[in-house]
């Protein structure tokens, strides 16, 4: 999978567990999406449910863009 259709994947998920209707590019913020933790958890339950790769609510609070996000999935991620 490309990077590109990884974030694609990934902002799927970000749209489904925040009930986000606009885009979401690498350079969202996630002050955009909202910082609310039920829906960070949906978001990254959707990502091990999904990709198998764990990401902890902690990280994304601290993770201040969509691309952060990307990029730390990216690194764990094995097709």
Same mark, same amino acid.
């Given at each position: 999978?490309?990077? /590109? $259709?990884? /974030?694609?994947?990934?902002? !799927?998920? #970000? *749209?489904?567990?925040?009930?986000? *209707? !606009?885009?979401?590019? #690498? ?6 999406? !909202? ?14 449910? &999904?990709?198998?790769? &764990? ?8 993770? *201040?863009?969509?691309? $952060?996000?990307?990029?730390?999935? &990216? $690194? &764990?991620?094995?097709?």
């Amino acid at each position: 999978m490309t990077k /590109q $259709e990884l /974030q694609d994947k990934l902002a !799927g998920y #970000a *749209k489904t567990a925040y009930q986000y *209707k !606009g885009d979401i590019t #690498a350079d969202t913020p996630f002050d955009e999406l !909202g910082k609310e933790s039920m829906k960070m958890i949906a978001l990254t339950s959707l990502i091990e449910d &999904e990709l198998d790769v &764990e990401v902890t609510i902690h990280e994304v609070m601290k993770m *201040k863009t969509f691309g $952060e996000l990307v990029d730390r999935v &990216e $690194e &764990e991620y094995e097709e």
